[in-house]
């Protein structure tokens, strides 16, 4: 019988370097999940999903998009996730994992350079992996990185296509990308941008299109949109010219081996997407708490970014779980953060702010930290 030794040592050491994950139920208040305008519990989209089971929708698909499991709501949301985005084409995928990793697996190919921000998805690190395109890390946030990348693989014989693959909103930091500098920098050198517009999805923009909002619709710019944070559901939508949803139909083994998302989950992320347009008083209320929240917070630490991401960085990874679970004790869900998920020596409490809290429990939780860094 396997004893699975390697597996039993390496989470032995994860454990001494305090660095083992667990799973934990649900508790206190939430300052940890990214449902940051509260959609995921609206009653609009319970009735969505209920009107949809009335009319005979499907719980499951069935099969894969290109077998039998290709339904009318996903052509449906696609349609109308292209329209409310301004791109040619929209394509429905199970998760954002799924689709970055698919998209960088698929779209770079052999003799292309792929350029990314060193604080890029853990999902698009695996499509890369996949992939058959050069790799290079660019300093977090600084376009000169990521033109002198370019520069250089042009000088060392590179005749392919070059990728700009970035965050609009990271995840752990809460800081933005420069959109408009990288956008010069791919049509200056024939470029795609592709850009991972989970955080922002919903948050930011015209009717919460997004920090991208600007680029959609041109030729060499794609992005991801996360239909599982700020939309409150589940699956991605890749969204660009109509070339690449042709192409990873038909070379995308992320998308044609999958089973394809519930038709439930498609009509209730219309849904969401039309809340996005009726609603745009749960943006403003999540605008406000996140300028009181940094009124609060900084005074302990936290760092403040202008988004609803705030991390306070401890360092230390013990100490750091430490904080969290006095935090939690105290009655209020905030996660402590380690690597690899962050780098070294940057581990934090991130703190995520959703309109399922409110400005006095942000109140509560400042005077907390507070004591608990002290």
Same mark, same amino acid.
């Given at each position: ?29 939430? *300052? @940890?999940? =990214?449902?940051? $305008? ?5 009653? +609009?989209?319970?009735?969505? %999903?209920?009107? &949809? !089971? ?42 954002? *994992? @799924?689709? =970055?990793?698919? $998209? ?5 190919? +052999?003799?292309?350079?792929? %350029?990314?921000? &060193? !604080? ?48 609009? $909103? ?5 800081? +933005? ?198």
């Amino acid at each position: 019988m396997p004893s699975f030794a390697a597996h039993r040592a390496d989470l032995a050491y994860l454990v001494d370097q305090h660095r083992a994950r667990r799973l934990q139920p649900r508790r206190g208040v939430d *300052f @940890a999940s =990214n449902d940051y $305008l509260a959609l995921a519990s609206a009653p +609009r989209l319970r009735d969505a %999903v209920a009107a &949809a !089971l009335a009319e005979g929708v499907a719980v499951g698909s069935g099969g894969s998009r290109l077998l039998r499991g290709n339904s009318e709501e996903h052509e449906a949301l696609e349609a109308e996730a292209a329209a409310f985005f301004g791109t040619e084409a929209a394509l429905f995928f199970a998760s954002g *994992f @799924a689709a =970055n990793a698919a $998209l960088f697996a698929t779209l770079p190919q +052999r003799g292309d350079l792929v %350029v990314h921000d &060193a !604080l890029i998805h853990a999902s698009a690190h695996e499509g890369m992996r996949l992939g058959r395109a050069n790799c290079v890390a660019a300093t977090h946030n600084d376009p000169n990185a990521f033109e002198e990348a370019i520069h250089a693989w042009r000088s060392s014989g590179g005749t392919g296509t070059p990728w700009i693959a970035v965050e609009s $909103l990271y995840s752990m930091d809460g800081d +933005r990308a420069p959109l408009a500098a990288l956008a010069d920098i791919a049509g200056r050198h024939d470029a795609i941008l592709l850009i991972d517009e989970a955080h922002a999805t919903g948050v930011f923009g015209t009717d919460g299109r997004g920090l991208a909002e600007a680029l959609d619709g041109q030729d060499n710019v794609m992005t991801l949109r996360t239909c599982g944070k700020a939309l409150g559901c589940e699956g991605a939508l890749v969204c660009g010219p109509k070339v690449v949803r042709d192409f990873l139909v038909n070379r995308g083994r992320g998308f044609i081996f999958s089973t394809a998302p519930s038709p439930l989950m498609a009509r209730a992320v219309r849904e969401s997407l039309r809340i996005l347009v009726d609603e745009p008083d749960r943006r403003e209320r999540l605008h406000a708490l996140v300028a009181h929240a940094e009124r609060a917070l900084t005074p302990a630490g936290v760092t403040a970014t202008g988004s609803q991401i705030l991390p306070l960085v401890i360092g230390d990874d013990a100490a750091t779980m430490r904080a969290a679970e006095a935090v939690q004790a105290a009655g209020f869900d905030v996660r402590g953060i380690r690597p690899p998920t962050v780098p070294k020596g940057t581990s934090r409490l991130r703190i995520s702010l959703t309109l399922n809290a409110s400005a006095g429990e942000v109140d509560r939780l400042a005077s907390l930290l507070q004591e608990v860094i002290r």
